[in-house]
T-cell receptor, first 111, second 113 residues
Framework: GENVEQHPSTLSVQEGDSAVIKCTYS??????FPWYKQELGKGPQLIID?????GEKKDQRIAVTLNKTAKHFSLHITETQPEDSAVYFC??????????FGAGTILRVKS | DVKVTQSSRYLVKRTGEKVFLECVQD?????MFWYRQDPGLGLRLIYF???????EKGDIPEGYSVSREKKERFSLILESASTNQTSMYLC????????????FGSGTRLTVV
């Protein structure tokens, strides 16, 4: 089955700096890659996603880039704010509607 | 506007008890999923369902079963709770085909003592 590795496991940045989280996957047939944000006491929420026919997608301060050849994709958060502090999960679609998740990254934004 | 509702936020059960975790979605989604979340392990799929009365095992189904008698409701059952099933349980639903990811509930934190 699909194997998803996510790095780093924790990331601490100063407010206003950028944060980058990277995920690698194993199945070259995968074609849907969402990112989720989980705040304390809540379930994960979809923040951005990308399909394999696109190399980059942006939504205000967040962006996702995909390198299908190298089988990795990354979440970029610019101008980080304290409310960006959360756990972030990448995911890869396996067969059918199954998503395989990375282990998560704890992002701390220091003000 | 809660869309995926899990019946309990916190639950404490004794070893050997039969435990029911309930999940209801109001988005008419075909697919429903149960994950457990543990620190450092991410989200691991226990069971999922593509349609009413259909179920498929995920990556860690041992010790669990599920029931989906109605489209909007997906129940996770711990047949005989054990301490290693202490965890956060997350329910999710999605359309088929997968267009905009999953919608998750807020989770149930289960402690087995």
């Amino acid at each position: 089955g699909e194997n998803v590795e996510q790095h780093p496991s924790t990331l601490s940045v100063q407010e206003g700096d950028s944060a980058v989280i990277k995920c690698t996957y194993s199945d070259s047939a995968s074609n849907y890659f969402p990112w989720y944000k989980q705040e304390l006491g809540k379930g994960p929420q979809l923040i951005i996603d990308i399909r394999s026919n696109v190399g980059e997608k942006k939504d205000q301060r967040i962006a996702v880039t995909l390198n299908k050849t190298a089988k990795h994709f990354s979440l970029h958060i610019t101008e980080t704010q304290p409310e960006d502090s959360a756990v972030y999960f990448c995911a890869v679609q396996e067969y059918g509607n199954k998503l395989v998740f990375g282990a998560g990254t704890i992002l701390r934004v220091k003000s | 506007d809660v869309k995926v509702t899990q019946s309990s936020r916190y639950l404490v059960k004794r070893t050997g008890e039969k435990v029911f975790l309930e999940c209801v979605q109001d988005m008419d989604h075909e697919n429903m999923f149960w994950y457990r979340q543990d620190p450092g392990l991410g989200l691991r799929l226990i069971y999922f369902s593509y349609d009413v009365k259909m179920k498929e095992k995920g990556d860690i189904p041992e010790g669990y079963s599920v029931s989906r008698e109605k489209k909007e409701r997906f129940s996770l059952i711990l047949e005989s709770a054990s301490t290693n099933q202490t965890s956060m349980y997350l329910c999710a639903s999605s359309l088929y085909p997968l267009e905009s990811g999953y919608t998750f509930g807020s989770g149930t934190r289960l402690t087995v003592v």
